[in-house]
Nanobody
Framework: QVQLVESGGGSVQAGGSLSLSCAAS????????IAWFRQAPGKQREGVAS???????IYADSVKGRFTISRDSATNTLYLQMNSLKLEDTAMYYC??????????????????WGQGTQVTVSS
């Protein structure tokens, strides 16, 4: 059974940092597309950051230079380091795992497995 369990969300002031984790079980994260998505109330789910087997990360324009995606093969864990957080980063953040691929993707329909989400709230 595949499980993706996010943690690390919380409340932070604008300009602050948070680090999200996603522990995967039942599936390896090394050679497939894996990603972080987010969804704010009333908005569509959007891709934030992704990486594939080639470990070339792609980011949404809105987070480039502020967020960093990484993975630990030894612990089968995906991370998202978020710096210089803005009010508009407030959302539920989800990790997702897709098919075997050299490349990542920010398109939700490329992913089969989803975590339950962790809330990130940025305040002024």
């Amino acid at each position: 059974q595949v499980q993706l369990v996010e943690s690390g969300g919380g409340s932070v002031q604008a300009g602050g940092s948070l680090s999200l984790s996603c522990a995967a079980s039942g599936i390896g994260i090394n050679h497939r597309a894996i990603a972080w998505f987010r969804q704010a109330p009333g908005k569509q789910r959007e891709g934030v950051a992704s990486v594939g087997g080639e470990t070339i990360a792609i980011y949404a324009d809105s987070v480039k230079g502020r967020f960093t995606i990484s993975r630990d093969s030894a612990t089968n864990t995906l991370y998202l380091q978020m710096n210089s957080l803005k009010l508009e980063d407030t959302a539920m953040y989800y990790c997702a795992a897709g098919r075997s691929s050299r490349w990542g993707s920010l398109t939700p329909d490329q992913y089969n497995y989803w975590g339950q989400g962790t809330q990130v709230t940025v305040s002024s």
